[in-house]
């Protein structure tokens, strides 16, 4: 990993998280517990990989920073939400996201719901607002953009296959398409935000949606690898979850050796596709490759 | 109830859910619970009276049907999924709602939440799409006002409220505020949405508002009166829950008749709000004056 990249996503965390802040004020009304958990959900930290995505693929346009770190909180919220959501009772019953308990165990599971959906709108809220982007088509692009990457045949789609389809029905390609449902369609919408907020002329775009393709499945591939091989405490979260379900991942269908492979190949891939932009996109170069290195 | 309110309202709610059911299609993909479970809550009928205020604000100023019908469609979804997720054993736990067993009952929680969670996706997609107006200004701009009415300062902080504030607490002020957040701020949006949608004048807009304002405000008393007078069979969901749940009301704060007269003044003053418009506007007087007359 390129310290320019490590300083750079570094900082990018820092923005994120000041900028988050002014997007979720404390209140003293009587649904105070309500923005306290959404606070606390969303400033938990986190790499925020998803913000970096959003604000290099917009520098590539020279795209102002105003208009694109807002994009970039909005994506942020609506992962944010997922997570709170995915880690309920009844989905995946998860005790503790990155190190701190979840919200469900640190509040309760209503407000769990309560927060998440309040997050989901207000990501769309930061789009469709006039400070987001002076045209209001490309607000209006924005939203419906990210609304199909987050809903019933994106995001939500894919959780729900996660959690309904039967684990010896899951091949390759079944859970290749789980996964780009998933966690997939949320970063390739980072990537074509950029590409939107510039005016990106269309070989552009589908160059950037192309290497977040890629990019994401890379990640989900490591995150499976992670779960084999992380470190629970240097991770913030339980490790072993999918191993001891006995879930099928990328690991359990391709084994460890084949899963490295195939990630490392399509971070490369995803490197190839950046061919038609210039060192500007050096960034996100290294982001395809930080994605399989990591040990987070 | 004049005879032609009865036939435009019903006329609404037949449309409705022919429309719903074309953003709403049945799938066959191992996701297909969540898409089942998103019809079935969605197509389960209501009186679709937050549609029929969009399709007559909209008509107020020659708005396009093709237009005002899908911005009707998508609140309508939008409504659809906090009913799913007030359901919630976790929220209100309620076992039937329009008279059949609500979405958790009827596939489980998991589903429940995910389904509520990928109809607010939709509704925001159905408002960025470009089919819902030329205008990308128009479209951010509903998307906006939904947003804000469905979040956490609207109907999810409402929610918050309606469950966590101590019942002793409640005066008559509280629950009005309550009220306004919970279900009264997606009927506004449904009476601003008819005026942003037209580019009606700030005075017009204004009128609609206030127009909204108060017969959301009248419809809320008279869910209350109804929970203690109302039919169980006919409403098609358990009544004088708030009563053996001791819970405060309009009606257990002010009694049943200073209630009923309470709502009744908002009705008179709703339709006094309409005095910009001319007999244009009779079916949105004739909705101010049947949200306060309705057995169910």
Redesign the interface.
């Given at each position: 990993m390129s310290e320019e990249f490590a300083t750079a996503l570094r900082q990018t965390a820092e923005l994120m998280n000041r900028e988050l802040g002014e997007f979720l004020p404390e209140t003293d009304?009587?649904?105070q517990?309500?923005?306290s958990a959404?606070r606390y959900a969303t400033l938990a930290g986190g790499k925020r990989l998803r913000a970096f995505l959003v604000i290099q693929s917009a520098d590539l346009f020279n795209v102002s920073r105003d208009y694109s770190v807002r994009v970039a909180a909005a994506l942020e919220i609506m992962h944010t939400y997922s997570l709170v959501?995915d880690d309920?009772p009844?989905?995946d019953d998860d005790d503790l996201r990155r190190g701190i308990p979840t919200v469900h165990k640190k509040f309760?599971?209503?407000?769990a719901?309560?927060a998440?959906?309040?997050l989901?709108?207000?990501s769309?809220?930061i789009?469709?607002?006039?400070k987001t982007h002076p045209?209001?088509?490309?607000?209006?692009?924005l939203?419906?953009k990210l609304?199909?990457a987050?809903?019933?045949h994106?995001m939500?789609?894919?959780?729900?296959?996660d959690?309904?389809?039967e684990q010896s029905?899951l091949a390759v390609s079944?859970i290749t398409r789980?996964q780009q449902?998933k966690t997939g369609a949320l970063i390739t919408f980072a990537c074509e935000a950029g590409a939107i907020l510039g005016h990106a002329a269309p070989a552009k775009r589908m160059a950037l949606r192309a290497y977040a393709h890629d990019l994401g499945l890379a990640f989900q591939i490591t995150d499976d690898i992670l779960d084999v091989e992380g470190d629970s405490d240097q991770m913030g979260k339980a490790t072993r979850k999918d191993v001891d379900a006995d879930k099928a991942t990328f690991v359990s269908l391709l084994g460890l050796e084949k899963a490295k492979i195939h990630a490392d190949m399509l971070s490369q891939q995803a490197v190839n596709h950046l061919s038609a932009f210039n060192t500007n996109a050096d960034l996100l170069r290294d982001a395809a490759v930080f994605t399989v290195k990591r040990n987070k």
């Open positions: 009304s009587p649904e517990m309500l923005h959404m959501h309920l009844c989905m309760d599971e209503t407000i719901v309560l998440g959906d309040a989901q709108a207000l769309f809220e789009l469709a607002d006039q045209s209001g088509s490309v607000r209006a692009e939203v419906s609304a199909q987050a809903g019933g994106g939500v789609g894919g959780q729900t296959m959690i309904y389809t029905d079944t789980l449902m």
